[in-house]
């Protein structure tokens, strides 16, 4: 089984970029689909991004253009870098895995069945 550990959250100023890793072990990274989501208080989780183990990503529209999935140098690494970011973004945000996602669920938390303990972002000025 996949365990996956995500970092580099904090507090930025609308505007500005952060950049989160999302480190994998247990399985190869590249077996699993991947997944960004994020839950505001009071809200229910929503998926920000996903990459396909054929290395295709797909983007929430509220991120597309600002938020981008990427492999680091290590394999066992995925980045989501997050530019221009607004205080609508602040939330927590998790990376999930899973060896097969039909391409309805990829934004659908339901589609995972590996999850991260999350990383919080806050945007405020």
């Known amino acids: 089984q996949v365990q996956l550990v995500e970092s580099g959250g904090g507090s930025v100023q609308p505007g500005g970029p952060l950049r989160l890793s999302c480190i994998v072990s247990?399985?190869?990274?590249?077996?699993?689909?991947i997944g960004w989501f994020r839950q505001a208080p009071g809200k229910e989780r929503e998926g920000v991004a996903a990459?396909?183990?054929?290395?295709?990503?797909s983007y929430a529209d509220s991120v597309k253009g600002r938020f981008t999935i990427s492999q680091g140098n290590a394999k066992n690494i995925l980045y989501l870098q997050m530019n221009s970011l607004e205080p609508e973004d602040t939330a927590m945000y998790y990376c999930?895995?899973?060896?097969?996602?039909?391409?309805?669920?990829?934004?659908?938390?339901?589609?995972?069945?590996?999850w991260g303990q999350g990383t919080q972002v806050t945007v405020s000025s």
């Open positions: 999930a895995a899973a060896s097969w996602v039909p391409w309805s669920l990829l934004l659908k938390p339901i589609g995972y069945n590996n």
């Open positions: 247990g399985d190869t990274y590249s077996n699993y689909y």
């Open positions: 990459v396909e183990n054929d290395g295709s990503s």
